[in-house]
């Protein structure tokens, strides 16, 4: 039983109001001794509280009624709750949580240009997006996760030109995507000293777009080695993609849909023979959708990757985790497809997220300041075993390994995910892999305390709900019961920190309720209502972290 939806069902019934405005009405107290949920009946008229409590039949699992001013509280009956919430989580399992929303949702995410591996700023996109694939999922929609590989343009050429200058025909003697980097840097490092080289570039771009078989071979043996690198990040990190989308083999089709706009007098050329879309009358600034010289930008491919992409799924969203940087570029696209007349234009939704700094600034690609994530789950992993190494001296070195493995990556996904996505955030490895306070590494401990407390007492006997009696236990209790609620809100805003802040509030108050209360005593009846309770915590943290893309481990 979901008690809120009965509490509105219930107070749409007495007072007539819409069920959507009565469920924004009712709300959790600050306090617990005002009740579990309270109703505002400002508006209802003079003394509307009172008049509506002598309405309201009281419902079996609400032990009272109270008026307080204008508010009508609530409060539950706990073991009615108890045996209601824990039940139904024994029953349902991992499924505990999960919704029944219908929509068909594409859902792009990573989006790495082939000329340097991937970094810290792709570490949250990817932490961002794969969080919310399995979110949206859990909450019951078809979700195609997808990526947009920009594999060529200006960037792509730039470590492709300093490679054929300055690599000697060499092999990658490290992982294959870094070793393509290092040439993106050495090119930045020389165009200093020889501006010329980025017209050299721009050439080669162009001899590219001819299809030059010198420069496509290059191109594919660089994008290969790119594309290897790739693949092993996203294994280790636990990403994985429906289907990925070339730039290379859409820009063509998007200058069809560059010509077609301006043989229909949507978009124009400029004095440079740029073709334009005019959207000023829209409040927006004029963009080219392609240059002059016939090679395309960004947004020229992106204006029938929308269309393919329809074509492919029909979607009823599509959702793009890009950079908040890109916020114009989303509006300049969403409007340009609706000025071309797209049916799915109104379906698209950009959800952008804010930077990842690092303690010491701004990251830079070009000048080889920037983080790569394969360097911060290195390090983050070495941090890692020296704490799993001081915590516990008698276990092997392979099993050090994969404690450290699994801690790392909880503690850097959770890091990027608890703070709202479109604030920046500065990342810091060693604050991240605190075994206390807002971490993964604390809900991963949580959820290993409660296995082990499992595994000593054993078998759960026969529950008595009414055995739950302390604050603590039923502050346990309501907090179990917020969680589907939690997953649809999560799932609504597409926001992953407000089920990280949930699991947060669940794991205090499970670990208050562990130092509050005997679990494993001579008292059988209350072993065991407390053992389901654990069980219970145990089950919802572990789908709570499972939705974040994060290992719920039964030993720490």
């Not at 109270?66 to 989580?89: C, H, M, R, T, W």
């Not at 400029?270 to 395309?296: C, H, M």
Request: proline share 4%; hydrophobic share 40%; charged share 30%.
């Amino acid at each position: 039983m979901d008690f809120k939806l009965e509490l509105v069902k219930l107070l749409v019934k007495e007072t007539n109001l819409n069920q959507l405005i009565v469920e924004g009405m009712l709300a959790v107290p600050p306090n617990p001794s005002m009740g579990d949920y309270a109703f505002p009946c400002f508006k209802l008229g003079p003394d509307a509280a009172l008049k509506l409590k002598h309405k309201i039949k009281k419902p079996q699992f609400v032990s009272k009624i109270e008026v307080a001013g204008s508010y009508l509280n609530f409060f539950l009956d706990k073991s009615e709750l108890a045996q209601e919430i824990l039940s139904v989580i024994k029953k349902k399992n991992k499924k505990y949580g999960a919704g029944n929303s219908k929509e068909n949702i594409v859902f792009e995410y990573c989006g790495p240009n082939t000329n340097k591996p991937l970094h810290l700023g792709h570490v949250r996109n990817m932490a961002i997006g794969n969080s919310l694939v399995k979110i949206l999922t859990f909450d019951g929609n078809t979700v195609h996760p997808v990526n947009i590989v920009n594999d060529r343009g200006i960037h792509i050429c730039q470590s492709m030109l300093a490679y054929q200058k300055w690599g000697r025909n060499k092999k990658p003697d490290k992982k294959s995507d870094h070793f393509v980097g290092d040439y993106y840097v050495m090119f930045a490092k020389m165009n200093k000293e020889s501006p010329d080289l980025m017209n050299q570039a721009q050439e080669m771009l162009f001899k590219w777009e001819m299809k030059d078989p010198v420069i496509l071979k290059l191109w594919k043996k660089m994008n290969s080695w790119v594309l290897k690198g790739f693949a092993e990040t996203y294994k280790r990190l636990g990403v994985t993609f429906e289907k990925e989308y070339y730039e290379s083999e859409l820009y063509e089709r998007g200058k069809e849909v560059a010509f077609e706009g301006l043989q229909n007098g949507i978009f124009q050329k400029d004095d440079d023979k740029n073709i334009i879309a005019k959207l000023e009358q829209f409040d927006l600034p004029n963009k080219v959708v392609l240059r002059g010289d016939g090679t395309s930008v960004y947004i020229t491919q992106d204006m029938y990757l929308a269309e393919e992409r329809y074509e492919d799924y029909h979607y009823d969203k599509s959702i793009y985790v890009v950079a908040s940087e890109q916020n114009l570029h989303f509006k300049q696209l969403f409007k340009i497809l609706e000025l071309l007349g797209r049916p799915f234009a109104k379906k698209l939704y950009h959800l952008g997220y804010g930077l990842v700094h690092l303690p010491s600034g701004r990251m830079k690609s070009r000048e080889g300041t920037v983080v790569d994530a394969d360097d911060v789950m290195d390090e983050t992993k070495n941090l890692a075993a020296k704490e799993v190494k001081q915590r516990y001296s008698n276990i092997s070195k392979k099993e050090v390994e994969k404690r450290a493995e699994f801690i790392s990556l909880a503690a850097i996904k959770f890091f990027m995910l608890k703070t709202d996505q479109v604030k920046d955030i500065v990342f810091n490895p060693e604050e991240s892999l605190k075994f206390e306070g807002e971490t993964g590494p604390y809900l991963q401990y949580t959820h290993a305390r409660a296995c082990s407390v499992i595994r000593k007492a054993g078998k759960i006997n026969l529950v008595e709900y009414r055995e739950l009696k302390s604050e603590s236990e039923n502050k346990v209790v309501l907090m179990l019961s917020k969680f589907p609620e939690i997953i649809k809100e999560t799932a609504k805003q597409y926001k992953p920190h407000i089920l990280c802040h949930y699991l947060l509030d669940l794991a205090q108050a499970f670990n208050e309720f562990y130092h509050a209360c005997q679990v494993i005593s001579e008292n059988k009846k209350q072993m065991a209502a407390r053992l389901m309770l654990v069980d219970s915590v145990r089950q919802v943290l572990e789908n709570g972290l499972n939705c974040l893309g994060i290992e719920a481990p039964e030993e720490m």
